[in-house]
C-alpha cells in the first residue's frame, strides 16, 4: 500500500534555531516526492520537488534532501523565522497515478519568538 | 506564474443548500484538475478528479450526486455540494496540473475554500 509517513507530528523551536523534518515514503513506482508548507487556513505552496535522481535541492533557507534507496526524505529550515510557522507536508507521486499525490499527515511548526 | 484562484474563499450556509466553489488557473490552461477536502489536522483527501469536457473520476467512499464537478473549460472547474450537512464543513482545496507540464505532474494548488454549514 503507498504510504507516506512524517515526523515529527508537531514540532516547537525558537526563532534563529534550525530543524529538520523526516519523510518516510513506501510508494512504487516512484516519480517524484514534493515538500509543501501549508499556512493555516491557506492552500499549501511547494517548497521543492525532487526525482529519483536528485539527492538535495535548495530553495532559499529550505534545503530538502532524498535517499530513493531508503526511500527516505528530509526537509532542513535553517535560522528559523516567525513565518515558518506552519504545515509542512511530503507529498510523493507515483509514476502512471495520472497526477494522483499520496500527501503526508504534515509536521506543524512552531518557531517561537 | 502559475497561480490557481478559489472562490469563495469561506462561505456559511444552512443545512439542505447548495453551494457552489470555482477554482481557476489564472495563466495556464489545465486540463486537469483535482478536488481535495481537508478537516482540522488531517492531510488533504482526494476527492475526485476532474478533467476538461469529460465526467469526473471520484474516489471511493465521495458521493458523485452529493459532490457535483464541473470543468467546462481549461482554466475553470467548479464543485457544487448539493444538500450540504454539517458534516460536510471542511476545507476544500483545488489543483490544477499545468497542460504544457506534465512530465513531473506538477500540480498547482488553490488557496482553498472554508464551508460551514449551519
Known amino acids: 500500500k503507498n504510504q507516506v509517513e512524517q515526523s515529527p507530528q508537531s514540532l516547537i523551536i525558537l526563532e534563529g534555531k534550525n530543524c529538520t523534518l523526516q519523510c518516510n515514503y513506501t510508494v512504487s513506482p516512484f516519480s517524484n516526492l514534493r515538500w509543501y508548507k501549508q499556512d493555516t487556513g491557506r492552500g499549501p505552496v511547494s517548497l521543492t520537488i525532487m526525482t529519483f535522481s536528485e539527492n538535495t535541492k535548495s530553495n532559499g533557507r529550505y534545503t530538502a534532501t532524498l535517499d530513493a534507496d531508503t526511500k527516505q526524505s528530509s526537509l532542513h529550515i535553517t535560522a528559523s523565522q516567525l513565518s515558518d510557522s506552519a504545515s509542512y507536508i511530503c507529498v510523493v507521486s507515483a509514476w502512471g497515478s495520472q497526477g494522483n499525490l499520496i500527501f503526508g499527515k504534515g509536521t506543524k511548526l512552531s518557531v517561537k519568538p | 506564474g502559475a497561480v490557481v484562484s478559489q472562490h469563495p474563499s469561506w462561505v456559511i450556509c444552512k443545512s439542505g443548500t447548495s453551494v457552489k466553489i470555482e477554482c481557476r488557473s489564472l495563466?495556464?490552461?489545465?486540463?486537469?484538475m483535482f478536488w481535495y477536502r481537508q478537516f482540522p489536522k488531517q492531510s488533504l483527501m482526494l476527492m475526485a478528479t476532474?478533467?476538461?469536457?469529460?465526467?469526473?473520476?471520484?474516489e471511493q467512499g465521495v458521493e458523485k450526486d452529493k459532490f457535483l464537478i464541473n470543468h467546462a473549460s481549461l482554466t475553470l472547474s467548479t464543485l457544487t455540494v448539493t444538500s450540504a450537512h454539517p458534516e460536510d464543513s471542511s476545507f476544500y482545496i483545488c489543483?490544477?496540473?499545468?497542460?504544457?507540464?506534465?512530465?513531473?505532474?506538477?500540480?498547482?494548488f488553490g488557496p482553498g475554500t472554508r464551508l460551514l454549514v449551519l
Open positions: 489543483s490544477a496540473r499545468d497542460r504544457w507540464r506534465t512530465t513531473q505532474e506538477t500540480q498547482y
Open positions: 476532474s478533467n476538461e469536457g469529460s465526467k469526473a473520476t471520484y
Open positions: 495563466d495556464f490552461q489545465a486540463t486537469t
